[in-house]
């Protein structure tokens, strides 16, 4: 049973901002190598450790995109498969595929209709553009860049396993700083009025997301833990204040010792612990806080709802017609009005 207050969801996508905020608080955790990186770097930056820990500390930083792009793609694959968009590449002014689907071609055309283009917008230059309606910030490390990252030299050899050939030697060799496992990127994922059917199209694009950052066929495995899903009626608690205050309490409590990772379930109980007491202090309407049994009723029924094909399909048809929906009253529409 999908326990979320399925009245305080809007009917449609509206035209203007009406302040339904929902938004899902996780924990992000490395489960491999992962590289989140610019110019050949990890990203990082110099912040406090804490709000009662005040030292500066360098942690690591997780940009918008580096979250935001691996779930959107996992949600136009779904889309893809189960036959809600095309698998064409675009061609020209060419707007649907030969199976009549739209082309929807990430970062080249956008078929500006379906629930990626609607949820998490899109940019055409002068033919237009749609502001996203999931907020997503830089995350940073719980712990710090010291004992977060690891270099590790890299090499490319021959097909007989040496680094030789013709008495020459490659140069095929490179040293890549990774950010090490168990690594957690305290976040919260942000939707802004957005109908039930969208935004458990993009929760379900989160928890079904497994791999972030570069070279992502080898490194990068990610997972996603929920803490608390929350509906308010205006934005919540940054990603920094979130990862400062939960750093704070473990270090309460004792449980981070370096160089040694943090225990994510510990990190999960007390994020669970903090989040009503950071709602407090946001001053925020809070209509909804699933969290501890009402939210794994929430995960229970998005991850069968994932695993049955057609209830799968019915949700990507549901979130597919709101989004059309939208698309007809407002995009089209002012489409039709610069002609």
Not at 2 to 14: A, G, I, Q, T
Not at 35 to 40: A, H
């Amino acid at each position: 049973m999908n326990p979320l207050f399925s009245d305080w969801f809007l009917s449609e996508v509206p035209g203007k901002p009406m302040g339904r905020y929902a938004h899902i608080v996780l924990l992000r955790v490395t489960d491999s190598y992962a590289l989140f990186q610019t110019d050949g770097e990890l990203n990082t930056a110099r912040v406090k450790a804490g709000v009662v820990h005040g030292d500066t500390v360098t942690r690591l930083a997780m940009f918008k995109r580096k979250q935001s792009t691996p779930e959107r793609l996992v949600g136009r694959e779904l889309l893809r498969r189960y036959g809600f968009l095309s698998g064409e590449e675009a061609a020209g002014k060419k707007l649907l595929g030969e199976d009549g689907r739209p082309i929807c071609d990430y970062n080249v055309q956008f078929c500006t209709q379906c629930p990626d283009c609607i949820a998490y917008g899109f940019a055409i230059g002068d033919a237009g553009s749609e502001k996203s309606k999931v907020i997503t910030d830089t995350a940073f490390s719980l712990t710090t860049y010291d004992h977060s990252h690891q270099a590790f030299t890299l090499n490319a050899p021959y097909e007989d396993g040496t680094m030789t050939r013709h008495g020459e030697v490659t140069s095929r060799i490179n040293e890549q700083d990774h950010v090490q496992p168990q690594v957690i990127f305290p976040a919260v994922v942000t939707t802004r009025d957005l109908t039930q059917n969208l935004f458990l199209y993009v929760l379900t694009n989160v928890l079904r997301a497994r791999r972030y950052g570069a070279q992502t066929t080898r490194t990068g495995r990610l997972q996603n833990r929920v803490v608390a899903v929350v509906l308010t009626d205006g934005e919540v608690f940054s990603n920094l204040f979130f990862t400062q205050r939960l750093y704070d309490a473990l270090m309460a409590t004792g449980a981070i010792n370096p160089p040694d990772p943090v225990d994510a379930d510990a990190a999960s109980r007390a994020a669970q612990s903090l989040v009503p007491e950071l709602l407090r202090e946001d001053r925020v309407t809070v209509s909804q806080l699933l969290i501890g049994k009402e939210l794994e009723e929430l995960l229970a029924s998005v991850a069968g709802q994932s695993a049955d094909e057609e209830r799968l399909r019915a949700l990507l048809e549901g979130a597919f017609r709101d989004s059309s929906a939208y698309h007809q009253a407002w995009i089209a529409k002012e489409a039709k009005a610069r002609k």
